[in-house]
């Protein structure tokens, strides 16, 4: 009698282990509204990419993504209301398209690029860059 309580016992440990990991283990919501970027980005890759659009033009996440509409704090990162949301999608297909047009080979073992830095090395108007 004591095995079969000690059986029952050590099965219902293991379905609560199991389904607490389940539970615990909840997938990260996927990026919505990737036009430019790859829809397969990951969460790290997305966050480190956004990361030095902020520091390449010195701003914080707010200058491209609108706030939540529903008066919620934070953002909408998926929302297209913010304008220069757009406008950052066609700079990063700017900059793509030159690095794949010109910075294609190898030079010395390196593959030079061009990044938002490049131009706008901490100033969100390049044109304001290129004036000094």
Do not use: W
Request: one cysteine or more; hydrophobic letters at 35%.
């Amino acid at each position: 009698m004591k095995r079969k309580i000690s059986t029952l016992l050590s099965l219902f440990a293991i379905v609560l282990g199991l389904s607490a990991f389940h539970i615990g283990g909840q997938e990260e919501k996927k990026p919505q509204n990737l036009k430019v970027l790859p829809k397969n980005i990951t969460h790290e890759e997305l966050d480190s990419t956004m990361k030095s659009f902020n520091m390449a033009l010195g701003v914080k996440c707010n200058h491209c993504h609108a706030p939540k509409a529903n008066g919620e704090k934070g953002l909408d990162f998926a929302s297209d209301s913010n304008p220069k949301k757009d406008v950052a999608r066609h700079m990063i297909k700017m900059t793509n398209q030159i690095n794949k047009k010109h910075f294609k080979h190898a030079y010395d073992g390196i593959v030079y690029n061009i990044s938002c830095n490049t131009c706008h090395n901490g100033k969100t108007d390049a044109y304001t860059v290129q004036k000094h």
